[in-house]
């Protein structure tokens, strides 16, 4: 009899074991899974954010690979785009020096590619300096922090703008560097239309 009943508190204890343990890891899975939202949402996030841009095609189709780190954040969305709007302009400043060292071009090819080598550099600085105060802001210093970057990212707009206004001939190379400077131009609005979009949600 007593061994019986042993036996029924053992088993009784086991069930209540495996119930409890079910129970921690649903919970862990919970904790774990729910807090990050599907690559659909994230997407779909992305997609509407974009279509308040000027260049909505050019937005999306630059920031959907980062879905999964930009999530649903306006700020995350924001700084996206002026990381991707720097890596671009600096690959096209590597690819517009190389150009400028070559032959091929005549005097007044030279020369606007010497000065819209210079209006980019400034453009770089402008929307990395940019980025940096993206990483710096607090609810404190918001209102602050996001005028400088708005001013930035509006100047850096302005230089590339008067960089492509130097190669309007129909020049090869002058084609072909026009369309690589009205390319980051079209992003750099783009950021700015996001970064304006943030600022308004705390406005």
Avoid at 136 to 148: C, G, V, Y
Wanted: charge should be negative; glycine fraction near 4%.
């Amino acid at each position: 009899m007593e061994g019986s009943i042993a036996k029924h508190l053992l088993n009784s204890f086991l069930i209540l074991l495996a119930i409890t343990s079910f129970i921690n890891s649903s919970s862990a899975d919970t904790r774990f899974y729910y807090p990050v939202p599907p690559k659909s949402v994230s997407t779909e996030f992305i997609k509407t954010s974009c279509s308040s841009t000027t260049y909505p095609r050019l937005c999306y189709t630059s920031l959907a690979g980062q879905a999964g780190l930009i999530q649903t954040s306006p700020k995350l969305l924001a700084h996206a785009a002026l990381n991707v709007t720097l890596a671009t302009a600096k690959s096209t400043s590597a690819v517009m020096l190389k150009l400028s060292k070559g032959s091929g071009m005549n005097p007044r090819e030279v020369e606007a590619m010497q000065d819209c080598l210079e209006e980019l550099s400034d453009s770089v600085d402008e929307i990395r300096r940019s980025i940096g105060e993206m990483d710096q802001i607090k609810a404190s210093n918001f209102e602050l922090m996001m005028s400088d970057i708005q001013t930035w990212v509006s100047a850096a707009l302005t230089d590339e703008t008067t960089c492509s206004d130097g190669f309007e001939g129909n020049t090869v190379n002058g084609k072909m560097v026009r369309s690589r400077i009205v390319n980051i131009a079209h992003m750099t609005s783009n950021a700015l239309s996001l970064i304006n979009s943030y600022a308004s949600v705390h406005a």
